[in-house]
């Protein structure tokens, strides 16, 4: 309903039905979702709906922001508007999905090989790039890196590695303890070389933003 007097051209059901058909065709994409929270008309029973139908198609990111009215716009005129404290609020909660959304992703990873792009800016002493499905992938800054297309080995996941979800939930207040992180510690050298085995990398990826060792 809540589409319709958005006047998108969907539903729900095909929604969801394309969202399925890029992961039968890609398996590994990283799809990402934009979510407005509050547009008048919104209910509690309409703002569940979208919480539980979210959470079910699992996206690997949600942008989350409240409705805003715009000049001009048909929306300014609609009945049932929803408070700016209710919209924020739903905003919140789904914030607290959005955060589980990068772990869930990346997690399926672990172990596995990737090519990362790394880029060339440095900050706090590390340069970050991204596999050919968004995995953002952090190591300590070497400019031989730059703008190379570099084979690694991921192998655990830190908190950093999804700081767009921490950026935005706390942004709208939510505090880290709310949602599910694995913080492990930093793998060191002598256990990469054990796991690694004969295998030669060009980098290898601790944590993912953590330690790199050149094979």
Do not use: W
Not at 108 to 118: D, I, P, W
């Amino acid at each position: 309903r809540i589409l319709g007097l958005m006047r998108r051209r969907y539903t729900v059901e095909k929604f969801e039905e394309r969202i399925n058909a890029v992961r039968r065709a890609m398996s590994d994409a990283f799809i990402g979702i934009d979510v407005i929270t509050g547009f008048p008309g919104e209910g509690e029973k309409e703002a569940e709906e979208c919480y539980n139908f979210l959470a079910k198609i699992n996206p690997s990111f949600l942008h989350i922001f409240p409705f805003s009215e715009r000049e001009n716009t048909p929306a300014v005129n609609f009945p049932d508007k929803v408070s700016p404290e209710v919209s924020m609020a739903r905003a919140k909660r789904l914030e607290e999905l959005s955060s589980r959304c990068p772990y869930d992703f990346c997690k399926h990873y672990l172990g596995g090989e990737a090519e990362v792009l790394f880029e060339s800016t440095m900050r706090g002493g590390m340069m970050t790039g991204f596999t050919s499905n968004y995995l953002k992938v952090k190591v300590p800054y070497d400019k031989r890196y730059i703008n190379q297309i570099v084979k690694v080995l991921l192998l655990d996941i830190d908190p950093n590695a999804v700081d767009i979800a921490y950026e935005n939930a706390e942004r709208n207040g939510v505090k880290k303890d709310n949602y599910h992180v694995m913080a492990g510690d930093v793998t060191s050298d002598t256990a990469l070389m054990e796991k690694l085995g004969e295998k030669k990398y060009d980098i290898v990826v601790a944590n993912i933003v953590a330690d790199v060792i050149i094979a």
